[in-house]
Each structure stands twice: as structure tokens, then as C-alpha cells.
């Protein structure tokens, strides 16, 4: 037996590893043109919708200048400018991922169709994609993204981004087309903006901001290759988990400076970067300084509440699409920019007031404290604020009782509570129905207590009797006359005043005269109108209660309230924004007759300690309220600039008497009184206010 010798051996296994390679070109050029050929006859039209973007609300600084409250995203993405874009980014994305992108007409088909033999052998997705056709896979992935139904979002995804022949095929089309239609510089602008950069960072704009703290103009020539390797594999290269083992800190990100490297290497190649600034750029450290962004209403602080329901309207809003499906899309696409009707000085003064009076929590009471204002005549609210923390997250809630996500001043309905009952803060709509139905202040009505008050006319359900079951006392019994005049009984807030009153009106029409300055219950079934609701047992929203009274102190006109003055779009085109809407409540007269009773309240009677501790003051109308047992406390006011509502609540349970309960700042039954005028002080300070009509003197003497 005779061996060859090695040198023989090796040259036999070279011709044949190059016969193998000479067939495989052979095999890919034939493949190519087959491919050239089926490309040319495939759809090439892509329809290229908005990208998803990040949306942001703000208040509106004493200045004039927009104040970030909050963004929203699903994706964190500010689209930008070409011009917007350091050349660095723009050169090492062509140079690392498709080198001839200025020169093809949207597909390396050489590089594709390795890819595709690749992915046929391998059955995954190999590289080799230019970069029209990595961007026509973004927009695709971007469709689904947009997509409300979870099971279509994920079917339109795995069809998006299948390892398939079929669909690289699709994909140069598509590419191909796009070029037609588009310029080089376009596309690679439209590139940068869309692709993903790890977790939900997308778009180099706000890679910049999230791994270097700066803008995609500003980047170095090392952070944008480091950005640039993360579009290759961002799981893998991403900068935000510095204790991985392969690529994190300890090791210098050393997967992710193996990428960047490489592209810089391609830089230098192609004559993009200097040798200096290359050799400066490989030897520059990787350092990260990761900036999050703020997402969600819990990075509002302390107007984390107004947010809320600022986000509760624009999904309503059919500015945003005729129906919720549509809306909640164009929500999640974001891109808006929300200007709010918060005022941040009062806003402040409530947050600080809430801070220093109410606790967030207290033993065996679950305590609230809600503070809402509105200004008169635009319904735009002002401020709002609570004693607990905001959040949505249940794991964070059941850290503590000082978080909750439910808004104590809204309707359950737009993600607040069923209300409170309001005590005699209601009374002022039985005096509203007192004068339209043509009596004075100064008239008598009969308000001894008496265990059984006949019967109530009801023009709605029958005439109503009550026996011995409906027996309401006052509070103290020097208020216990057998006659007080509609004027005296507002001042002191004597319930068998009232009920005196009620007895000679329409309870049907007392209930009318509430809805027409807007009120109802918070829960969203009908107001009751027995003859116990004229002491405030309905449960209410207190923006509900801030609504009203603004319209009692506007001339009877009330204004629905509304929380954005501004949208606009993502092409920075305005969108209209919802409309507060005016009505006439009652006549100027009843309103200005209503207001003269409510001005004695605060000079004179139950609201004396707010009027008194309220400087600078200017005409102001309110009225207190109190419920049984002491459980819920309130003060309600207003001047003709702005409304302002002040509570403390019991959320659930039995609660606790205010009068015998104490907080660090005092009685809590008249915490109420050290925070309304902490409030209205700023706000007569900043809007002023003038004297309120005088009424007819028939309604006065």
C-alpha cells in the first residue's frame, strides 16, 4: 500500500474547497438573478404611517413657559430632523450596517441573497439587509405595534419578522419602491428615528438622551458608534445593565466596544474618520450615563391626580378618534403635546397646605383630604390635590396606605371615587329654588324641630311623607327657634331652616335647580331628591361642587369644568381641544341674591374662620357643611375669579368625629379652615375679584 505525501493531500482538499466556493458563487449569482427577476414583479408601494412617539402634558409657568408635568409613551421615541443628527451617527450607520447604501437602489443583493441561503440552510434570519430594507421591517413591526387587539398585534408581528425566503423577498420589493419615492437622505433620517435601541428606547433622539444624557446633534464620535452597535443586536450590546457579565461595567461594555470598534474600523475604512480621531475614538472608555425618562402620572408629583384625569379625558375625547378603539390607538401612537389648565401656584399652595394639615394616613380612620378649584367663568380647573400618593401600580399600593389611584375629587367614572356626601354645602341649591320661585331672604319659614314634618311636595314621584322616621336636628340649640328667616338659616347653616324651606317648595324642583348648575352624583345614578338630600346626603365629586359654585359666583352661568387649554399633534398642528360648556343655571337675580346670602356666610357666619384667615380678600361667597357625626368636614367658596372646594373626607369605614380627632396641625374639623385660605389667599392675590351683583331689593328686605 503506497501513501500520498501531505503536500499532495493538502493541494487536493484546496481545489476542492475551491471548486466548492466557485460552485456556491455560482449558485448565489444564479439565485440572484432569480431573485432580481421575482423582486422586480412584487408589490413595492409601502404605506409609511406615524411613528409611535412619546406624549407630554404641561402646566403653564406664571412666566409663560411650558412646564413638563408628565410624558406618556409605548415607545420612548422624539422623532427629529435630519439636520438634528450629529454626521457621526449618520456615517457609522452607513459604514457598519450597509457601507453601500448611497450607492444601491435600496437592496445589497449580494448580501441579501447570502442571507437568504443562509436563512433557508439555517432556518433563522442572517444579516446582509441594506438599510432601506432594515428600515421597510421597522415600519412593518411599527404597524403591528399600533395595532389595539393583542392577538392581531402578535399575529402582524411574527408575519412582520419571520425567517422566511418570502418574506426577504417582500422586504427588498418594498425597499426598492421606497427609493423611488424617497431620498437617501430621508430614508437614513427615517432610519435613525424608528429603529430600536433596547427596552423601550427607540429612535436615536432618545437613545441619546437615555444612555448619554445629551441630543443625537451633540453625540461624540465613540457614543454614536456604541449607539449605532445597539441597532445590530440590542439585547446583547445595550448600556443600561452594567452588572452583566459579558457586557457591563466591570468589563468596560465589552461586547458592546467590540461592536463599536468594528464600526469605527468601517469608518475609518471608508474614509468617514480621520486615523487620529479613530486611534482617540478605540481607545475612549464606554460610560453610560443612563437618564430616565419621565413616564406616567406618578412622575407628576403632587398633581399626579389632575393628570390622571387629564389622561382619563383624551382617551374620551372624540378629538382623538370617533370611537374608544380608534382613541385609545392615537393615545398609545402618543406624540401630543397637552397644554393643561393647571396653575402652579395654586397647585403648589394646595400641595403644601394638604402636606401640613391632613396626614396621609391615620390610625383606624381612613382619612382623605381633597382640595379643587375652578376658575370662574372658563370652568378651567386651577388645581387639585390630595393627601395620599399616587400610583397605579397594586404592588406599590399594598406597600402602604398612602398610595391609592383613585382621584377622591372626580365622578368614579373618570377614574375617581362614588362621591361624598356634602352636607350643607348642598343647601345652597334649596336657596337657589327659594328665590326663583319668587321668595325674599328676609321671609320667615318655620324651623322649630319637630319629630314628624308631614308631608313634601314632589312634583316628580307623588307627594312624600316621612313620619317619625325623619327627624333632623341642628347643631346646637341656639339654633332651635320656631321661625328664622331664609337669610339667618343660610348664615348659621340651621338645618330646620331649610327643611322649613323645603316644605313650602318642590323637592322635585330643588333637585332640577341642583342638575342645572351641573351637579350629580359621582357614582352616575340619578340625584336624590327626598327631603333628607337638602342637608347634603347625596355623594359628590368635589370638582363637581368647585363647577357649581363658580357658576353661582358667575351670575348664575355655570361652565362645565375642562383641564387643557391646547393640543397639538405630531406634526405640531393644532387639535381642537375640548370646550367647557356655559349654561344660565338660574336668573342674574336668584344668582346675585344667592350670592348676598353666602357673602354674610363669610363675614358673619358658619365660614368666618376662612374669611378671616383669607388676605388679600376681595368679595367672596361660601358656605360650610358638616355630615353626621362629624365625619366628613367641608368649606366652599368662592370669588368672581375662582371657586375653590375643600374637604376632609372619610373614605370607607365608620370614620371618625372630626371634632374629637386631632392632627398635628390641629382640630381635624377645622383643618378645612386652615387650608381654604391658603388656597384662595394666592388665588386673590394672582386673579383678584370684584364685588359681586347686588340683587333686587324685593329678594333682600
Known amino acids: 500500500m503506497t501513501t500520498s505525501p501531505p503536500s499532495r493531500k493538502k493541494d487536493r482538499r484546496h481545489r476542492r474547497r475551491s471548486i466548492v466556493l466557485i460552485a456556491m458563487g455560482v449558485v448565489v449569482a444564479v439565485i440572484a438573478t432569480v431573485v432580481t427577476v421575482i423582486v422586480v414583479n412584487l408589490p413595492d408601494d409601502l404605506e409609511i404611517g406615524r411613528l409611535s412617539q412619546k406624549s407630554n402634558l404641561y402646566a403653564t409657568t406664571s412666566a409663560g413657559t411650558p412646564y413638563l408635568l408628565a410624558s406618556f409613551y409605548d415607545q420612548n421615541r422624539v422623532e427629529v430632523a435630519f439636520d438634528a443628527i450629529s454626521p457621526f451617527v449618520k456615517d457609522a450607520a452607513t459604514s457598519g450596517e450597509d457601507p453601500g447604501f448611497y450607492d444601491h437602489g435600496g437592496v445589497d443583493i449580494w448580501g441579501t441573497v447570502t442571507g437568504i441561503v443562509a436563512t433557508v440552510f439555517t432556518g433563522t434570519t442572517r444579516g446582509g439587509s441594506s438599510i432601506t430594507q432594515q428600515y421597510v421591517k421597522n415600519v412593518l413591526v411599527q404597524k403591528c405595534e399600533a395595532l389595539t387587539d393583542e ?22 420589493s418594498l425597499a426598492i419602491g421606497l ?263 328676609s321671609e320667615s319659614v318655620s324651623s322649630r324641630p319637630r319629630s314628624n314634618w308631614g308631608t313634601f311636595e314632589d312634583s316628580c314621584n307623588g307627594s312624600q311623607s316621612y313620619g317619625t322616621a325623619f327627624n333632623p336636628k341642628n347643631d346646637t340649640s341656639s339654633e332651635n327657634g320656631s321661625y328664622s328667616s331664609a337669610l339667618q338659616s343660610t348664615i348659621q347653616s340651621i338645618n330646620t331652616g331649610f327643611i322649613g324651606m323645603a316644605k313650602e317648595l318642590d323637592l322635585c324642583g330643588i333637585r332640577k335647580t341642583a342638575e342645572a348648575f351641573g351637579v350629580h352624583r359621582a357614582d352616575g345614578n340619578a340625584l336624590e331628591q327626598g327631603a333628607a338630600s337638602v342637608l347634603g346626603t347625596n355623594e359628590i365629586a368635589p370638582l363637581t361642587m368647585a363647577a357649581a359654585y363658580a357658576g353661582i359666583a358667575n351670575d348664575g352661568v355655570t361652565c362645565t369644568p375642562i383641564l387643557i387649554d391646547r393640543i397639538t399633534g405630531p406634526d405640531g398642528a393644532e387639535i381642537p381641544a375640548p370646550t367647557s360648556s356655559c349654561t344660565q343655571s338660574v336668573s342674574t337675580d336668584v344668582a346675585a341674591g344667592m350670592s348676598y346670602a353666602m357673602q354674610r356666610v363669610m363675614t358673619s357666619g358658619t365660614a368666618a374662620a376662612s374669611y378671616r384667615a383669607t388676605t388679600p380678600r376681595v368679595p367672596m361667597i361660601g358656605k360650610t357643611g358638616t355630615t353626621d357625626d362629624n365625619k366628613d368636614t367641608w ?67
Request: charged share 20%.
Open 635 to 701: 368649606m366652599s367658596g368662592a370669588s368672581t375669579k375662582v371657586a375653590t372646594v375643600v374637604g376632609v373626607v372619610n373614605v370607607s369605614g365608620d370614620g371618625q368625629d372630626q371634632r374629637t380627632t386631632y392632627f398635628d396641625s390641629g382640630q381635624a374639623a377645622t383643618a378645612r379652615h386652615r387650608m381654604w385660605p391658603d388656597v384662595m389667599s394666592v388665588a386673590n392675590e394672582k386673579y383678584g375679584g370684584d364685588s359681586f351683583t347686588v340683587p333686587p331689593r324685593s329678594m333682600t328686605r
Open 179 to 441: 427609493e423611488k419615492k424617497y431620498s437617501k437622505d430621508e430614508i437614513l433620517r427615517q432610519y435613525l428615528n424608528i429603529t430600536g435601541f433596547g427596552g423601550s428606547v427607540y429612535g436615536i433622539e432618545a437613545a441619546a438622551s437615555y444612555y448619554f444624557n445629551t441630543t443625537a446633534a451633540n453625540l461624540t464620535l465613540p457614543q454614536a458608534a456604541s449607539l449605532v452597535a445597539i441597532v445590530n443586536n440590542p439585547v446583547k450590546f445595550q448600556l443600561d445593565k452594567p452588572d452583566s457579565v459579558t457586557n457591563g461595567a466591570a468589563n468596560g461594555y465589552a461586547d458592546n466596544k467590540d461592536r463599536r470598534d468594528y464600526i469605527l474600523d468601517a469608518m475609518l475604512e471608508h474614509g468617514k474618520v480621520s486615523q487620529a480621531d479613530h486611534d482617540a475614538a478605540i481607545n475612549a472608555p464606554i460610560e453610560p450615563t443612563i437618564t430616565e425618562p419621565s413616564t406616567g402620572c406618578q412622575t407628576a408629583g403632587g398633581s399626579a391626580y389632575f393628570c390622571d384625569l387629564v389622561m382619563q379625558t383624551l382617551r374620551k375625547d372624540p378629538a382623538f378618534g370617533p370611537d374608544a378603539e380608534t382613541r385609545l390607538a392615537n393615545v398609545r401612537l402618543g406624540g401630543y403635546n397637552v397644554y393643561t389648565t393647571l396653575d402652579l401656584d395654586l397647585q403648589s399652595a394646595a400641595e403644601t397646605t394638604m402636606k401640613a394639615n391632613v396626614p396621609a394616613t391615620y390610625p383606624g380612620w381612613d382619612v382623605g383630604g381633597v382640595i379643587t378649584s375652578v376658575e370662574v367663568g372658563t370652568g378651567r380647573v386651577l388645581d387639585m390635590a390630595q393627601n395620599k400618593d399616587y400610583s397605579q401600580d397594586p404592588a406599590v399600593q399594598a406597600t402602604g396606605d398612602n398610595y391609592s389611584g383613585i382621584n377622591y375629587n372626580t365622578d368614579l367614572g373618570q377614574g375617581g371615587s362614588n362621591g361624598f356626601q356634602t352636607g350643607s354645602t348642598y343647601k345652597v341649591f334649596t336657596l337657589a329654588e327659594w328665590l326663583n320661585e319668587g321668595h325674599s331672604l
Open 151 to 172: 392577538t392581531e398585534r402578535a399575529d402582524c408581528y411574527n408575519t412582520a419578522t419571520e425567517a422566511s425566503p418570502d418574506r426577504k423577498l417582500k422586504e427588498m
